[in-house]
């Protein structure tokens, strides 16, 4: 019989009928003695009990020993008998079910480690004792915190007085913000509460790294404050003699030198505002994206012959050595800056210096370097020279017609084609500034 409990069941209920009918056939069919009648009667109660009693011990070792040695691991359902092997069927949908739902939660896990871990911005979890449920390396490396561990109070992540309390905002229920600076770095702190059903079930937060972009507004700043300077200078002073030209002040022999004054004073005016445009666009990147071939030794004969008359005046010399060398950019941003170069290596040269321009292809790209014979800056400057606004002599760089942005737009321009840049200059010698551009891929 395939069915073993109802077999077992079967088994025993006939064992026991035997034992009882026995002894009730013996009295029945025998003539037995009134003393041993007793007995058969106490045996017709005893013989089953017993019976029942070693059946249920064969058979419950029996039933139970498959239900004891079923492996939840490899779950076999011909290893058992019926009744166990639907159990044991159930089982093994369950025990798949589970397996499929476990994959999808390591799946979805691994997800999420996967993001959280290339997050440029910090994310630590907090539970509701504030401790520290998890935290990607961005945090870790921000915060300095590489030892902290898991399970750890929140204040072992950074014990400032601004970071405490913005997450203690975010325990009360409202978004807490600030920003705290460590080392040469400042980071945004952002703390939201995690709700569930009404109550504050930790915290959640993010930390962003806004040096630069608070760098940057700083720069921003600095640089308006720098343009409203330089433009009220040229045009206080165009005001200043047209209310005097107005109010005749100005005798008729002088009128030509104060007119004079104002057309270089407007001249002056336009280079700067010209110069912040181009800055601007650079900013924005609003250049045309257009990308030719450039072949710069043409390019710096081009700019020479715009600087020749330049030169001449100022008895500076000036030529193109070496080439061909090709790369790609846009032609007048890689004018431009050529032109700035060579500009200043005339404007901060000496009488009868010269001015050399070079360029040399090179196996990775193509170098440029405007090389002068003049007045040279000091080593304090270098670093400086090539930020909005800065001039080693204000006062000799207004006076030809300097404005403080060329070498400002020239860095730019090397950013936006992907070049770099470096000086050698040793005062009184000359100033040799380089530019390496990447090869040409068009
Ligand atoms: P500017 O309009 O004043 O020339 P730049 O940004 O072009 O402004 O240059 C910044 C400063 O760097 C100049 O004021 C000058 O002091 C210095 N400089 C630039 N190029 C040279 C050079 N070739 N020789 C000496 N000094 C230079």
């Known amino acids: 019989m395939k069915n073993k409990i109802s077999a077992a069941i079967l088994i025993t209920a006939a064992a026991v009928l035997v034992a009882a009918l026995l002894p009730l056939l013996a009295v029945l069919y025998f003539d037995v003695s009134g003393t041993m009648k007793g007995l058969l009667l106490a045996l017709a109660v005893a013989l089953p009990c017993l019976a029942a009693c070693i059946m249920a011990g064969v058979y419950s070792e029996k039933i139970v020993k498959p239900i004891r040695e079923i492996d939840p691991e490899s779950l076999d359902p011909k290893s058992c ?8 069927h159930r089982l ?74 913005t997450v203690n905002e975010a325990t009360e229920g409202r978004h807490g913000e600030g920003h705290i600076t460590l080392g ?71 009128i030509p030198r104060f007119a004079g004054t104002i057309h270089d004073e407007a001249g002056r005016l336009l280079t700067l505002i010209n110069d912040i445009i181009k800055l601007s666009k650079l900013d924005e990147a609003a250049i045309t994206p257009e990308r030719k071939r450039v072949e710069l030794a043409d390019l710096a004969v081009s700019v020479t012959r715009r600087l020749a008359i330049v030169a001449e005046e100022r008895s500076v010399n000036l030529k193109v050595v070496g080439g061909p060398a090709f790369v790609s950019g846009n032609p007048s941003v890689i004018e431009e ?58 006062s000799h760089s207004r006076e030809i017609g300097g404005t403080g942005l060329g070498l400002s737009i020239v860095k730019h321009s090397a950013e936006y084609l992907g070049a770099t840049l470096s000086v050698e200059s040793r005062v009184d010698s000359g100033t040799a500034i380089t530019v390496v551009f990447p090869p040409a891929d068009i």
């Open 337 to 394: 800056m050529i032109y700035n170069l060579a500009d200043n290596a005339i404007k901060y040269n000496k009488e009868g210096g010269s001015v050399t321009i070079t360029v040399t292809p090179l196996p990775h790209g193509v170098q440029l370097t405007v090389a002068d014979t003049g007045i040279g800056i000091a080593a304090e400057h270098l670093d400086r020279i090539f930020e909005r606004f800065y001039r080693v002599d204000k």
């Open 184 to 254: 040469s770095r400042v980071y945004q702190i952002l703390a939201n509460p995690v709700s569930v059903e009404g109550g504050i079930n930790g915290v959640i937060v993010f930390i962003i790294d806004v040096t630069e972009k608070q760098k940057r507004e700083e720069m921003r700043k600095e640089f308006t404050s720098n343009v409203s300077h330089e433009l009220k200078t040229p045009l206080t002073s165009i005001s200043g003699i047209s209310e005097m030209l107005q109010s005749g002040m100005i005798s008729e022999e002088d």
């Open 81 to 88: 008998y019926e009744e166990i092997s639907s159990i044991v």
């Open 92 to 165: 093994r949908r369950q025990n798949s079910l589970i397996d499929r739902q476990m994959a999808d939660l390591r799946r979805r896990q691994e997800e999420f480690n996967a993001i959280v871990s290339n997050m440029a911005e910090g994310l630590v979890l907090l539970d509701n004792k504030l401790e520290i449920l998890s935290f990607n390396p961005a945090a870790a490396r921000m915060l300095g915190a590489e030892k902290v561990r898991e399970g750890e109070h929140f204040i072992s992540l950074n014990r400032s007085r601004i970071f405490v309390s």
